[in-house]
């Protein structure tokens, strides 16, 4: 069974920083493509940025040189490391993973985080 554990969403003041984990179980992450996506009241979700296989990451324009996406093979966990946040940062910040068995991919979602800027 897979599961996505998200923890580390809380609030935290405009410029500051705050670091989402995402711990999986049930698929190996080095070959794995994990994403970290938010929505926000009203909005669509978005991604925010991913991780492939291969270590390459891609991100998102409005959180471009803020926001790092990061992978530790060994304990099967994803991190978002987010710094000089802003208040239009503030969403339900969920990790998602797609993976192949079988020669088809297969998604998964955990169950979302909440991070909200404010002062």
């Known amino acids: 069974q897979v599961q996505l554990v998200e923890s580390g969403g809380g609030l935290v003041q405009p410029g500051g920083s705050m670091r989402l984990s995402c711990a999986a179980s049930?698929?190996?992450?080095?070959?794995?493509?994990m994403g970290w996506y938010r929505q926000a009241p009203g909005k669509q979700r978005e991604l925010v940025g991913m991780?492939?296989?291969?270590?390459?990451?891609n991100y998102a324009d409005s959180v471009k040189g803020r926001f790092t996406i990061s992978r530790d093979n060994a304990n099967n966990t994803v991190y978002l490391q987010m710094n000089n946040l802003k208040p239009e940062d503030t969403a339900v910040y969920s990790c998602?993973?797609?993976?192949?068995?079988?020669?088809?991919?297969?998604?998964?979602w955990g169950q979302g985080t909440q991070v909200t800027v404010s002062s």
């Open positions: 049930g698929i190996i992450l080095s070959v794995a493509s």
């Open positions: 991780v492939v296989s291969s270590g390459n990451t």
């Open positions: 998602n993973a797609a993976y192949p068995r079988a020669g088809n991919w297969y998604e998964y």
